[in-house]
């Protein structure tokens, strides 16, 4: 079975562009969820969707934004970038049930110049 | 709000010595309890889990047990191996909720 891809694994922009990641969860999964992982930090989390809704965001600015298509993978838009946006974002998908985990992709590394 | 808290890094041990890192939490109701291992350059993987009060995780020797009268969810394991060389976060799930992460805490294994 697949596990969480994401694409692409790195990605480098200028300071003012736009910046778009993709995420594909596990088949049947329904939840997404992104995280931003800047060097040294812990995860902070960014959006979450559940069947094609935005159910929840962290503490980020309204240039981080996101949508989940029907077939429940996910895109995360980021604009206007800035040099602070440089970071590890990482996806995960679960089934959206209580006390199930997420299993996370391996990450799309945005450096941004 | 939830939060989590883990031991500061790095944490550096010796082959064979035992580990513990500490977790503790704040939630409303009864989240699960989860730790979470990232290996240089990759993502996260899920270590070991706990539902309900009492409940012991364990996964590849580690090995934490869910204790509601201390919100606690300690990470222990009797024997490291430089394999064991990671990054490793605490996170708590409230309840139809995105999960909630700690810092993290490094460790290091020297053979």
Redesign the interface.
């Known amino acids: 079975e697949a596990g ?1 891809t994401q694409s692409p694994t790195h990605l480098i922009k200028t300071r003012g562009q736009q910046a778009t990641l993709r995420c594909s969860p596990i088949s049947g999964h329904t939840s997404v ?1 992104w ?1 931003q992982q800047a060097l040294g ?3 902070q ?1 960014l959006l ?1 969707y559940d069947e094609g809704e935005e ?2 965001r962290g503490n980020f600015p309204p240039r981080f934004s996101g949508r989940q298509f029907p077939n429940y993978s996910s895109e995360l838009n980021v604009n206007a970038l800035e040099l602070e946006d440089s970071a590890l974002y ?1 996806c ?1 998908s679960s089934p ?1 049930q ?2 199930t ?7 799309t590394r945005l450096t941004v110049v | 709000g939830d939060s989590v808290t883990q031991m500061e890094g790095p944490v550096t041990l010796s082959e064979e010595a035992f580990l513990t890192i500490n977790c503790t939490y704040t939630a409303t109701g009864y989240p ?1 309890l ?1 730790w ?1 291992v990232q290996y240089p350059g ?5 270590l070991l ?1 706990a ?1 309900k009060a009492d409940d012991k995780g364990s996964n590849k020797g580690f090995e934490a047990t869910y204790r509601k009268e201390t919100t606690s969810f300690h990470l222990e394991k009797g024997s490291v191996q430089v394999s064991d060389s990671a990054v490793y ?1 605490c996170a708590l ?1 409230p ?10 805490t490094r460790l290091q294994v020297q053979p």
């Open positions: 969480v969820y995280y930090l812990g995860l989390f979450w159910r929840n990482l995960a959206g209580v006390g985990e997420a299993f996370f992709g391996q990450g | 699960s989860f979470y990759e993502g996260l993987q899920l889990k539902t976060f799930e309840g139809r909720r995105a999960l909630t992460f700690g810092s993290g």
